[in-house]
Protein backbone atom coordinates (compact mmCIF):
# COMPACT_ATOMS: atom_id res chain seq x y z
CA UNK A 1 0.00 0.00 0.00
CA UNK A 2 1.39 3.40 -1.26
CA UNK A 3 1.35 6.14 1.45
CA UNK A 4 2.43 9.59 1.49
CA UNK A 5 5.26 10.91 2.90
CA UNK A 6 6.63 14.11 4.39
CA UNK A 7 9.66 14.82 2.71
CA UNK A 8 12.66 16.34 5.52
CA UNK A 9 15.39 14.72 6.09
CA UNK A 10 16.08 13.56 10.06
CA UNK A 11 19.64 12.70 10.91
CA UNK A 12 20.82 12.29 14.66
CA UNK A 13 23.01 14.47 15.80
CA UNK A 14 23.57 14.10 19.64
CA UNK A 15 22.26 11.06 20.97
CA UNK A 16 22.16 10.21 24.83
CA UNK A 17 23.75 13.35 26.53
CA UNK A 18 23.33 12.30 29.97
CA UNK A 19 25.46 9.26 29.38
CA UNK A 20 28.37 11.40 27.60
CA UNK A 21 26.76 12.11 23.56
CA UNK A 22 27.45 10.49 20.64
CA UNK A 23 27.57 11.57 17.40
CA UNK A 24 26.24 10.19 14.34
CA UNK A 25 25.31 11.50 10.26
CA UNK A 26 23.84 9.93 7.65
CA UNK A 27 25.32 10.38 4.05
CA UNK A 28 23.06 9.55 0.85
CA UNK A 29 24.16 9.57 -2.25
CA UNK A 30 22.60 8.55 -5.86
CA UNK A 31 24.57 8.15 -9.04
CA UNK A 32 23.14 7.46 -12.70
CA UNK A 33 24.77 7.58 -15.71
CA UNK A 34 25.04 6.20 -19.09
CA UNK A 35 23.75 7.12 -22.89
CA UNK A 36 22.41 5.62 -25.65
CA UNK A 37 22.03 6.64 -29.11
CA UNK A 38 21.36 5.53 -32.54
CA UNK A 39 21.87 6.33 -35.54
CA UNK A 40 19.38 7.23 -38.55
CA UNK A 41 20.17 7.47 -42.48
CA UNK A 42 18.47 9.53 -44.71
CA UNK A 43 17.96 10.69 -47.99
CA UNK A 44 16.65 13.95 -46.97
CA UNK A 45 18.75 16.96 -46.95
CA UNK A 46 20.78 17.70 -43.79
CA UNK A 47 18.97 20.84 -43.25
CA UNK A 48 15.65 19.03 -42.20
CA UNK A 49 17.12 17.88 -38.94
CA UNK A 50 16.31 19.50 -36.77
CA UNK A 51 17.72 18.65 -33.01
CA UNK A 52 17.23 22.95 -31.84
CA UNK A 53 13.93 21.49 -29.73
CA UNK A 54 16.26 19.49 -27.24
CA UNK A 55 18.95 22.02 -26.95
CA UNK A 56 16.34 24.60 -26.61
CA UNK A 57 15.27 23.17 -23.64
CA UNK A 58 18.25 22.19 -21.94
CA UNK A 59 19.35 25.77 -22.50
CA UNK A 60 15.97 26.85 -20.64
CA UNK A 61 16.82 24.31 -17.57
CA UNK A 62 20.03 25.98 -17.40
CA UNK A 63 18.93 29.31 -17.24
CA UNK A 64 16.52 28.57 -15.13
CA UNK A 65 18.78 27.14 -12.30
CA UNK A 66 21.54 29.68 -12.95
CA UNK A 67 18.95 32.37 -11.74
CA UNK A 68 16.95 30.63 -9.11
CA UNK A 69 19.45 28.70 -7.15
CA UNK A 70 20.65 31.82 -5.55
CA UNK A 71 17.18 32.34 -4.02
CA UNK A 72 16.97 29.08 -3.06
CA UNK A 73 18.27 27.86 0.54
CA UNK A 74 19.04 24.81 2.92
CA UNK A 75 17.47 24.84 6.25
CA UNK A 76 18.82 23.00 8.90
CA UNK A 77 16.88 22.89 11.83
CA UNK A 78 17.78 21.29 15.36
CA UNK A 79 15.17 19.26 17.62
CA UNK A 80 15.38 18.76 21.11
CA UNK A 81 13.55 15.74 23.09
CA UNK A 82 14.15 13.97 26.26
CA UNK A 83 15.11 10.47 26.05
CA UNK A 84 13.16 7.59 28.25
CA UNK A 85 14.98 5.03 30.28
CA UNK A 86 17.16 8.33 31.97
CA UNK A 87 19.23 9.29 28.40
CA UNK A 88 18.40 13.16 28.90
CA UNK A 89 18.26 15.13 26.05
CA UNK A 90 18.62 14.14 22.53
CA UNK A 91 18.99 16.18 19.96
CA UNK A 92 18.18 15.53 15.73
CA UNK A 93 18.33 18.02 12.89
CA UNK A 94 16.01 18.03 10.03
CA UNK A 95 17.40 18.95 7.00
CA UNK A 96 14.59 21.12 4.51
CA UNK A 97 14.56 23.32 1.69
CA UNK A 98 13.27 27.23 1.26
CA UNK A 99 13.23 29.85 -0.74
CA UNK A 100 13.51 33.52 -0.29
CA UNK A 101 10.37 35.63 -0.59
CA UNK A 102 11.34 38.99 -0.52
CA UNK A 103 14.55 41.79 0.28
CA UNK A 104 13.39 41.81 4.10
CA UNK A 105 15.37 38.10 4.59
CA UNK A 106 11.85 35.95 4.34
CA UNK A 107 12.05 32.91 3.29
CA UNK A 108 9.22 30.35 2.75
CA UNK A 109 9.69 27.05 3.59
CA UNK A 110 7.08 23.30 4.95
CA UNK A 111 6.02 23.66 8.49
CA UNK A 112 6.53 20.23 9.22
CA UNK A 113 10.25 21.31 8.12
CA UNK A 114 10.39 23.59 10.80
CA UNK A 115 7.90 21.93 13.53
CA UNK A 116 9.48 21.01 16.97
CA UNK A 117 12.97 22.99 16.01
CA UNK A 118 14.63 25.01 18.67
CA UNK A 119 17.01 26.48 16.50
CA UNK A 120 17.35 26.94 12.38
CA UNK A 121 20.10 27.43 10.32
CA UNK A 122 19.89 28.37 6.51
CA UNK A 123 22.77 28.02 4.09
CA UNK A 124 23.01 29.91 0.55
CA UNK A 125 24.14 28.83 -2.43
CA UNK A 126 27.67 30.77 -1.75
CA UNK A 127 27.90 28.84 1.11
CA UNK A 128 26.18 31.04 3.43
CA UNK A 129 25.35 30.02 6.61
CA UNK A 130 23.18 32.51 8.97
CA UNK A 131 20.58 31.58 12.29
CA UNK A 132 16.96 31.74 11.58
CA UNK A 133 13.90 32.55 13.66
CA UNK A 134 10.39 31.41 12.73
CA UNK A 135 8.12 34.19 12.04
CA UNK A 136 5.10 31.66 11.90
CA UNK A 137 3.47 28.36 10.64
CA UNK A 138 0.17 27.31 9.33
CA UNK A 139 -0.26 23.47 9.60
CA UNK A 140 -3.67 23.56 7.55
CA UNK A 141 -1.50 24.81 4.42
CA UNK A 142 1.69 23.28 5.33
CA UNK A 143 3.76 26.67 5.02
CA UNK A 144 6.03 28.37 7.50
CA UNK A 145 7.84 31.09 7.23
CA UNK A 146 11.32 31.88 8.72
CA UNK A 147 13.51 34.83 8.64
CA UNK A 148 17.30 35.51 8.44
CA UNK A 149 19.25 39.46 9.16
CA UNK A 150 21.10 39.19 5.66
CA UNK A 151 21.98 42.76 3.87
CA UNK A 152 18.95 42.67 1.21
CA UNK A 153 21.82 43.12 -1.52
CA UNK A 154 22.56 39.77 -0.52
CA UNK A 155 18.73 38.18 -1.06
CA UNK A 156 17.78 36.78 -4.40
CA UNK A 157 13.65 36.64 -4.05
CA UNK A 158 12.33 34.16 -6.54
CA UNK A 159 9.22 35.36 -9.20
CA UNK A 160 6.17 34.24 -7.44
CA UNK A 161 3.81 32.40 -10.28
CA UNK A 162 0.56 31.42 -10.65
CA UNK A 163 -0.94 28.29 -9.60
CA UNK A 164 -4.64 28.93 -10.89
CA UNK A 165 -2.83 28.84 -14.62
CA UNK A 166 -0.74 25.50 -14.61
CA UNK A 167 -2.11 22.82 -16.51
CA UNK A 168 -1.37 19.06 -16.78
CA UNK A 169 1.74 18.69 -19.41
CA UNK A 170 3.10 21.74 -18.18
CA UNK A 171 6.95 21.26 -17.78
CA UNK A 172 8.40 21.89 -14.13
CA UNK A 173 11.52 21.85 -12.46
CA UNK A 174 11.86 21.17 -8.48
CA UNK A 175 14.95 22.47 -6.88
CA UNK A 176 16.10 21.24 -3.21
CA UNK A 177 18.59 19.36 -1.08
CA UNK A 178 16.94 15.71 -1.33
CA UNK A 179 19.65 13.72 0.94
CA UNK A 180 21.53 16.62 1.99
CA UNK A 181 22.52 17.29 -1.85
CA UNK A 182 22.22 20.85 -1.95
CA UNK A 183 21.43 22.94 -5.15
CA UNK A 184 19.58 19.93 -6.95
CA UNK A 185 17.76 20.03 -10.07
CA UNK A 186 14.72 17.89 -11.08
CA UNK A 187 12.88 18.13 -14.09
CA UNK A 188 9.41 16.58 -15.18
CA UNK A 189 5.82 17.75 -16.13
CA UNK A 190 2.71 18.90 -13.67
CA UNK A 191 1.23 15.20 -13.65
CA UNK A 192 -2.69 16.39 -12.45
CA UNK A 193 -4.38 18.94 -10.89
CA UNK A 194 -6.75 19.79 -7.96
CA UNK A 195 -5.53 16.71 -5.52
CA UNK A 196 -6.12 17.06 -2.23
CA UNK A 197 -3.55 15.66 0.17
CA UNK A 198 -3.44 15.81 4.04
CA UNK A 199 -1.89 18.47 5.86
CA UNK A 200 0.43 17.95 8.88
CA UNK A 201 -2.45 18.20 11.29
CA UNK A 202 -5.28 15.89 9.39
CA UNK A 203 -7.05 18.51 7.62
CA UNK A 204 -7.40 18.80 3.47
CA UNK A 205 -5.15 20.93 1.35
CA UNK A 206 -7.01 21.42 -1.77
CA UNK A 207 -5.63 22.42 -5.26
CA UNK A 208 -2.38 19.96 -4.64
CA UNK A 209 -0.21 20.40 -7.90
CA UNK A 210 0.97 16.97 -8.86
CA UNK A 211 4.10 15.82 -10.18
CA UNK A 212 6.53 13.76 -11.84
CA UNK A 213 9.50 15.32 -11.65
CA UNK A 214 11.70 13.63 -8.67
CA UNK A 215 11.54 14.65 -5.36
CA UNK A 216 13.09 12.98 -2.09
CA UNK A 217 13.61 13.75 1.20
CA UNK A 218 14.86 17.29 1.81
CA UNK A 219 13.10 18.62 -0.95
CA UNK A 220 10.36 19.85 1.44
CA UNK A 221 9.34 23.36 1.48
CA UNK A 222 11.40 23.97 -1.47
CA UNK A 223 10.13 25.55 -4.94
CA UNK A 224 8.33 23.86 -8.13
CA UNK A 225 9.02 25.90 -10.76
CA UNK A 226 6.96 26.56 -13.94
CA UNK A 227 9.21 27.20 -17.35
CA UNK A 228 9.60 30.57 -17.08
CA UNK A 229 11.09 30.17 -13.38
CA UNK A 230 8.19 31.20 -11.50
CA UNK A 231 7.61 29.36 -8.56
CA UNK A 232 3.75 27.92 -8.90
CA UNK A 233 4.34 25.80 -6.17
CA UNK A 234 5.94 24.03 -2.19
CA UNK A 235 6.82 20.83 -2.45
CA UNK A 236 5.57 19.08 0.64
CA UNK A 237 4.64 15.04 -0.54
CA UNK A 238 5.29 12.33 -1.54
CA UNK A 239 3.16 8.76 -2.54
CA UNK A 240 5.48 6.05 -2.53
CA UNK A 241 5.76 2.26 -1.59
CA UNK A 242 9.39 2.90 -0.73
CA UNK A 243 9.73 5.90 1.23
CA UNK A 244 11.42 7.20 -2.26
CA UNK A 245 10.81 9.02 -5.37
CA UNK A 246 8.43 7.43 -7.66
CA UNK A 247 7.24 10.18 -9.64
CA UNK A 248 4.34 10.88 -7.91
CA UNK A 249 5.09 13.93 -5.99
CA UNK A 250 2.83 16.91 -4.53
CA UNK A 251 3.38 21.01 -3.94
CA UNK A 252 0.97 23.31 -2.43
CA UNK A 253 -0.56 25.66 -4.97
CA UNK A 254 1.72 28.75 -4.79
CA UNK A 255 -1.91 31.09 -4.72
CA UNK A 256 -2.15 29.39 -1.03
CA UNK A 257 1.04 29.65 0.08
CA UNK A 258 1.51 33.40 -0.72
CA UNK A 259 -1.81 34.16 1.51
CA UNK A 260 -0.80 32.25 4.11
CA UNK A 261 2.60 33.92 3.86
CA UNK A 262 1.76 37.10 3.58
CA UNK A 263 -0.36 37.22 6.51
CA UNK A 264 1.83 35.38 8.60
CA UNK A 265 4.74 38.08 7.88
CA UNK A 266 1.85 41.05 8.61
CA UNK A 267 1.85 39.10 12.23
CA UNK A 268 -2.07 38.18 11.72
CA UNK A 269 -3.73 34.87 12.70
CA UNK A 270 -4.17 32.40 9.82
CA UNK A 271 -7.43 31.37 9.91
CA UNK A 272 -9.81 28.61 7.93
CA UNK A 273 -12.96 27.88 7.25
CA UNK A 274 -14.38 24.54 9.67
CA UNK A 275 -17.48 22.56 8.65
CA UNK A 276 -16.53 19.96 10.99
CA UNK A 277 -17.73 16.44 8.51
CA UNK A 278 -15.84 13.57 6.95
CA UNK A 279 -17.27 12.83 3.83
CA UNK A 280 -16.30 10.85 0.74
CA UNK A 281 -17.34 10.46 -2.83
CA UNK A 282 -20.96 9.64 -3.42
CA UNK A 283 -21.58 6.89 -5.51
CA UNK A 284 -24.17 7.23 -8.76
CA UNK A 285 -25.03 10.79 -9.53
CA UNK A 286 -21.90 12.21 -8.20
CA UNK A 287 -21.56 14.47 -4.65
CA UNK A 288 -20.08 13.95 -1.79
CA UNK A 289 -21.49 11.60 0.92
CA UNK A 290 -21.15 12.83 4.38
CA UNK A 291 -19.94 9.48 6.71
CA UNK A 292 -20.14 11.44 9.98
CA UNK A 293 -20.48 14.75 11.63
CA UNK A 294 -18.55 16.48 14.24
CA UNK A 295 -20.29 16.53 17.57
CA UNK A 296 -21.15 20.85 17.90
CA UNK A 297 -19.44 21.55 14.90
CA UNK A 298 -21.16 24.04 12.48
CA UNK A 299 -22.07 20.93 10.04
CA UNK A 300 -24.06 19.62 13.34
CA UNK A 301 -25.55 22.90 13.72
CA UNK A 302 -26.87 23.35 10.42
CA UNK A 303 -28.13 19.81 9.98
CA UNK A 304 -26.27 17.61 8.16
CA UNK A 305 -26.10 13.78 9.26
CA UNK A 306 -24.50 11.16 7.79
CA UNK A 307 -25.66 9.78 4.89
CA UNK A 308 -26.25 13.12 3.17
CA UNK A 309 -24.82 13.73 -0.04
CA UNK A 310 -23.74 17.41 -0.61
CA UNK A 311 -24.34 18.49 -4.26
CA UNK A 312 -23.74 22.10 -4.19
CA UNK A 313 -22.24 24.75 -2.08
CA UNK A 314 -23.90 28.34 -2.77
CA UNK A 315 -24.19 28.22 -6.72
CA UNK A 316 -20.95 25.64 -6.96
CA UNK A 317 -21.79 22.28 -7.90
CA UNK A 318 -20.10 19.46 -5.89
CA UNK A 319 -19.77 16.43 -7.84
CA UNK A 320 -16.96 14.91 -5.38
CA UNK A 321 -15.42 15.41 -2.16
CA UNK A 322 -12.32 16.96 -3.50
CA UNK A 323 -14.85 19.50 -4.95
CA UNK A 324 -16.53 20.11 -1.58
CA UNK A 325 -12.78 20.48 0.02
CA UNK A 326 -11.67 23.07 -2.25
CA UNK A 327 -15.08 24.73 -2.08
CA UNK A 328 -14.88 24.76 2.27
CA UNK A 329 -11.68 26.42 1.59
CA UNK A 330 -12.82 29.13 -0.01
CA UNK A 331 -14.94 30.87 2.05
CA UNK A 332 -14.24 32.37 5.55
CA UNK A 333 -14.69 31.65 9.42
CA UNK A 334 -18.62 33.42 9.83
CA UNK A 335 -19.00 32.90 5.93
CA UNK A 336 -22.46 31.68 5.75
CA UNK A 337 -23.84 30.00 2.91
CA UNK A 338 -26.73 27.84 1.42
CA UNK A 339 -25.71 23.98 0.88
CA UNK A 340 -28.09 21.44 -1.26
CA UNK A 341 -28.15 18.15 0.44
CA UNK A 342 -29.67 15.00 -1.15
CA UNK A 343 -31.06 12.82 1.68
CA UNK A 344 -33.02 9.90 0.99
CA UNK A 345 -33.43 11.24 -2.44
CA UNK A 346 -35.39 14.02 -0.98
CA UNK A 347 -33.46 17.94 -1.52
CA UNK A 348 -32.97 20.04 1.13
CA UNK A 349 -31.15 23.38 1.03
CA UNK A 350 -29.41 24.00 4.67
CA UNK A 351 -27.87 27.40 5.71
CA UNK A 352 -24.44 26.41 7.17
CA UNK A 353 -22.41 28.80 8.84
CA UNK A 354 -18.81 28.21 8.92
CA UNK A 355 -16.90 28.49 12.50
CA UNK A 356 -12.95 28.58 12.12
CA UNK A 357 -10.94 25.70 12.10
CA UNK A 358 -9.35 23.79 15.48
CA UNK A 359 -5.30 23.25 15.65
CA UNK A 360 -5.91 19.89 14.75
CA UNK A 361 -8.57 17.60 13.10
CA UNK A 362 -11.72 16.42 15.56
CA UNK A 363 -12.91 12.99 14.78
CA UNK A 364 -16.20 11.91 14.89
CA UNK A 365 -17.99 10.72 17.80
Given amino acids: MSKNTVLHRVVPVVAALALGGGAGAGLYAGLSGGSSG ?41 QTSTGGFGLGQQQSQAEGTGFVYDTKGDIITAAHVVDGGSSAKVRFKDGKTVPATIVGTDNSTDTAV ?46 AIGRTITAPNNYSISGAIQTDAPINHGNSGGPLLDASGAVIGVNVQIDSNSNGSEGVG ?33 AGNGGAQVSCVVSGSPADKAGLKAGDVITAVGSTPITSADDLTASVNSYKPNDTVTMTVDRGGSSKSLSVTFGNRPSSASTCS
Fill in 250 to 282: FATPINTVKSVADTLIAGGKVEHAYLGIQVGDA
Fill in 146 to 191: IKVNVPASELHPLTIGNSSAVQPGDEVAAIGSPFGLTETMTAGIVS
Fill in 38 to 78: TTATTEAPATTIQPAAATSTTSNLNQIYKAATPGVVDITVT
